[in-house]
């Protein structure tokens, strides 16, 4: 178990410290240097998308290029710590699924469950896990415990496991320990409930007006019944407007700490979903969402494209660290709870012959064929 540093007495230290509290985004098909700077200095992780992974003539996806960089990733953090460095993909299945092509590319969950059942979210969730990782990635930022209430919602829609609490609990459970069986760590999203909302977030700040009651029944049940299995809970960027009239979920202390880790019993780590979408960005600054989000409870920050966002976000943590009091010891915490949970997480030894001899695990062509994209 990790123990909370204390707050540092340096601006050196501090900056340190901070970088521990973000995994970050960036443009191109490299690593750049000052990302791998920030790695060795401290930085907890990378979130990998489309954009940074190199296609062949072919279309699909340089294996040996997308191993390069992802063992790069884990060579650069070694500098810092003995910690293995979250590195991380959004493979959910259907249209969220950044490793497409000659990686598995499965169907939208509620498709694939809805063919294949409970059966079939564990062996999607675990071949998942058997590719990620031998391509370098340790964190899954799946799966979706929202549950599809709306037929309009504009986000969520068939990226969700059921239409009922029950289904989602039963059928994201099995995903996740899928995934999780291989040693690729899960992430619960988004927290409180993304399902019933008429606004996707990256472009603007949904709104629902939703009593505890009601929260309680419906959307925080899958999180409270897979709060022990889960590594990791990522926020919804919602503003839940009759427990909180101006701050979304990511940056509100009336939901977080008392619904998430009170309510749900979770003690995992809360990690933000990405601040620079519109849902927060378009109302608060990054230093303004790093603040209210540790006061908050969250452990984690993701800013996932801009470098400038990202200095900013790592300039107030480091200021919160040094100026020191509660905030600084929240803080502290919140380090702890993330380098705990990197104890846990497996330090990937990414390759090319990994890659192939996931593809020819004996369920692979199975599930290929039965929950590939225009299977199901």
Known sequence: MQVAPRPPTDAHSARRLALELF??????????????????????????????????????????????????IQLEAQHSSPLAALCAVDQEGGLVARLRAPFSHFGAMADVVAKGGAEAAYGVGAQTG?????????????????????????????????????????LAGAFLRGLQSTGVLGCGKHFPGHGE???????????????????????????????????????????????????????????????????????????????????????????????????AGVDLFLVCRREDALEESIDEAARILFDGGPPAGRACDAIGRVRAMRARAFTPTPSVAGVQAAFRHPSCARLRGDYGIGNV
């Open 23 to 72: 995994v970050a985004g960036y443009e191109g098909q490299a690593l750049p240097g000052s990302y791998a700077e920030r790695l060795r200095d401290g930085l907890s992780g990378v979130i990998l998308f489309s954009r940074n992974l190199l296609k062949t003539s072919g279309g699909d996806i340089d294996v040996a290029h997308l191993t390069a960089q992802t063992a790069q």
């Open 130 to 170: 058997r590719e990620c990782l031998a391509a370098g990635f340790n964190v899954d930022f799946a799966p979706v415990l929202d549950i599809n209430t709306n037929p309009q919602n504009p986000i969520i829609g068939r990226r969700a496991f059921g239409t009922t609490p029950e289904a989602v609990t039963t």
């Open 197 to 295: 909302t008429d606004t996707d977030s990256h472009l603007a700040l949904p709104v629902l007006d939703f009593d505890l009651a009601r929260m309680e029944a419906v959307e925080m049940r899958p999180f409270a019944a897979l709060a022990q299995e889960m590594a990791m809970v990522m926020t919804a960027h919602i503003l839940f407007r009759t427990l909180d009239a101006r701050l979304p979920a990511t940056l509100s202390p009336t939901l977080l700490t008392p619904l998430l880790r009170t309510h749900c019993g979770f003690d995992g780590v809360i990690v933000s979903d990405d601040l620079e979408m519109k849902g927060v960005a378009e109302t608060f600054s990054f230093a303004e969402s790093v603040r209210l989000g540790l006061h």
